[in-house]
Nanobody, 120 residues
Framework: QVQLAESGGGLVQAGGSLRLSCAQS????????RGWFRQAPGKEREFVAA????????SYADSVKGRFTISRNSATNTVYLQMNSLKPEDTAVYYC?????????????WGQGTQVTVSS
């Protein structure tokens, strides 16, 4: 069984920081990239950041550029999301996901999510 498990969410005041982690367990699966997504109440799930596993190429949503940093530890199959200067609009459930292919942009495995709440 393949699992991705997020941790590190919580309640923080505006301007604060949190670091999310996404650990992989179970059997090994093909990874081209890992991504972070978020979904706020009543809104569509949106892309936050992604990192390719072999080259470490990074992309961010415009809304988090300069505030969030994605990184990975290939040895432990863990991806991180450092979130600084948090704003109330960053409040959401954050999910990590696995992308198998450079050609297919879809993500095939998803974690259960971790809640991030930013108070004003």
């Amino acid at each position: 069984q393949v699992q991705l498990a997020e941790s590190g969410g919580g309640l923080v005041q505006a301007g604060g920081s949190l670091r999310l982690s996404c650990a992989q367990s179970g059997r090994t699966f093909v990874t081209y990239a890992r991504g972070w997504f978020r979904q706020a109440p009543g809104k569509e799930r949106e892309f936050v950041a992604a990192i390719t596993w072999s080259r470490g190429t990074i992309s961010y949503a415009d809304s988090v550029k300069g505030r969030f940093t994605i990184s990975r530890n290939s040895a432990t199959n863990t991806v991180y999301l450092q979130m600084n200067s948090l704003k109330p609009e960053d409040t959401a459930v954050y999910y990590c996901a696995n992308r198998r292919s450079a050609i297919d942009a879809s993500y095939d495995y998803w974690g259960q999510g971790t809640q991030v709440t930013v108070s004003s």
